[in-house]
C-alpha cells in the first residue's frame, strides 16, 4: 500500500513530467535516442552519393550491375535508469535534495520512453545492488518505477559505481540506452565506464550542489560524511580554508570533466540550486544533432 503522501506526489509528478514529455521531450528523445538495431529491408541499384560499404557483391555479381543493401531501422529500444542513492544523495542545500532531482528527470525519460513504444527499466544502487526492475512497459510500469524512486530506502550509506557498471553488464544483453545518475563520489569506475559505452549508448546526469563547491563564512561548522559517517569541525571563518575546499572540489570536478570527455561519454550537468529543465532541454536538443 503507497502512503497517501507518496501517491500525491508521485500523481503529481505524472501530471507534470507527461506534460514536459508532450510539449517539450517527445521531439527531443526521439532524435537523440535513435534505434540502435538494423533490419535487412531491400537491394536496390547503386546510386551516385550511396556508401560502397552497402554494395552487396553477391547480387551485383548476378545483375551485372551494382546494387546496395537497405536497411529498417528497429524503433523499439531497451532504456535502463541506473541510479545512485548513497548518503550523499540524500543532500541539498537548495529547495530539493539530489536524489529527488534524479528521480523526476529519471521520470520524465521513462514517460518519454514509453510514449516511443521503448522498454525502461531501472536499478538503484548503493555500494550494492539495491533494487533492479528489469525493463519493462506502459504507464503502470513507470508509475512503480516513481514510487521505488521515491520510496526505496537504501541498506547502505555507500558507493560503488563500478559495482553498479558491472551489474549492468551482467543483466543487459542487448545494447540498449543507459543513463547513469550519480555525484560521482567514488573512485575505481573509469574502466568500467568505458567498456559500458562501448556497448551501449551511455549518458551521465552529473549531479552537484553548490555547498561541495564552496562554503559559506559562518565561523566553526562540523560537517559529516553522509557515507562514512566521519565527522570533521571546519572553520569557514578561514579563507585559507575556504580557499582550500573550494580548489580541491574544482580539481575534482576538473578530473571527472576529464575523464567523461577522454572516454567520449556524453554528461548533463545538474545543480541543485538551479532547475534542471534548461540544461535537459538542451543536452536532448544538442545531441539530436549530433
Known amino acids: ?7 500525491k506526489k508521485i500523481r503529481q509528478i505524472e501530471i507534470r513530467t507527461k506534460g514536459l514529455v508532450n510539449n517539450v521531450f517527445g521531439g527531443e528523445y526521439h532524435s537523440r535516442f ?47 535508469l541506473a541510479v545512485d542513492i548513497s548518503g550523499s544523495e540524500n543532500f541539498g542545500s537548495a529547495t530539493k535534495l539530489k536524489r ?6 529519471c ?18 544502487f548503493s555500494d550494492q545492488i539495491e533494487l533492479f526492475v528489469p525493463p519493462g512497459k506502459g504507464r503502470r510500469h513507470v508509475l512503480r518505477l516513481i514510487r521505488d524512486l521515491y520510496a526505496h ?29 550519480s555525484d560521482f563520489m567514488d573512485t575505481d569506475f573509469e574502466k568500467p565506464l568505458r567498456a559500458l559505452s562501448q556497448k551501449h549508448d551511455t549518458v551521465v546526469v552529473h549531479l552537484i550542489d553548490p555547498r561541495e563547491e564552496t562554503l559559506p563564512n559562518v565561523g566553526l561548522i562540523e560537517l559529516t560524511d553522509a557515507e562514512s559517517g566521519e565527522t570533521v569541525v571546519v572553520d569557514t571563518g578561514s579563507r585559507r580554508v575556504r580557499e582550500a575546499l573550494a580548489d580541491e572540489a574544482d580539481r575534482k570536478q576538473r578530473e571527472l570533466t576529464a575523464r567523461f570527455r577522454k572516454n567520449q561519454i556524453d554528461r548533463l550537468v545538474v545543480r541543485t540550486d538551479e532547475s534542471y529543465l534548461e540544461p535537459l532541454v538542451d543536452f536532448f536538443r544538442v545531441r539530436s544533432k549530433a
Open 34 to 80: 535513435k534505434g540502435q538495431g538494423i533490419e535487412f529491408a531491400e537491394v536496390r541499384p547503386y546510386q551516385v552519393g550511396d556508401d560502397v560499404r552497402s554494395i552487396d557483391w553477391n547480387v551485383s555479381a548476378r545483375m551485372g550491375d551494382p546494387y546496395v543493401k537497405l536497411y529498417d531501422e528497429e524503433r523499439e529500444q531497451t532504456v535502463m
Open 1 to 7: 500500500m503507497i502512503p497517501k503522501e507518496l501517491f
Open 107 to 124: 521520470a520524465i525519460v521513462a514517460f518519454s520512453a514509453i510514449k516511443n513504444s521503448d522498454k525502461v527499466g531501472l536499478l538503484l
Open 153 to 181: 530506502q537504501p541498506r547502505s550509506t555507500g558507493t560503488n559505481i563500478a559495482a553498479a557498471i558491472n551489474h549492468l553488464h551482467r543483466v543487459l544483453s542487448r545494447r540498449s540506452i543507459v543513463m547513469i545518475a
Open 100 to 105: 529527488e532531482i534524479a528521480a523526476e528527470i
